[in-house]
């Protein structure tokens, strides 16, 4: 069964900066492309990165472009993303998922950025 479990969010102040962590277990997780996806307050789901199952390609939305950034390491079975310079609207419900609309995403992690 797969489970992952998203931590590291929470408060910031804009212009802040958060570590996202994802645990990942229940399958291959080294054979795996795996995605960033968030959800906005009254808003869907949105893509915001990928990276290849070796860790390569990494991809990104336009509006975290250059101020995100994600990795893996696969021998924890862990995804991350560093979260830089954050605005307001990137407040949301991030999640890890298996793909980039979200199938198999856990509970998510909450990252708020106001001032």
């Known amino acids: 069964e797969v489970q992952l479990v998203e931590s590291g969010g929470g408060l910031v102040q804009p212009g802040g900066s958060l570590r996202l962590s994802c645990a990942a277990s229940?399958?291959?997780?080294?054979?795996?492309?795996m995605n960033w996806v968030r959800q906005a307050p009254g808003k869907g789901l949105e893509w915001v990165s990928s990276i290849k199952y070796g860790g390569a390609n990494p991809e990104y939305a336009e509006y975290v472009k250059g101020r995100f950034r994600i990795t893996r390491d696969n021998a924890k079975n862990t995804l991350y993303l560093q979260l830089n310079n954050l605005q307001s609207e990137d407040t949301g419900m991030y999640y890890c998922?298996?793909?980039?609309?979200?199938?198999?995403r856990g509970q998510g992690t909450q990252v708020t950025v106001s001032s």
């Open positions: 998922a298996l793909d980039r609309l979200g199938l198999g």
């Open positions: 229940g399958f291959a997780f080294w054979e795996r492309d």
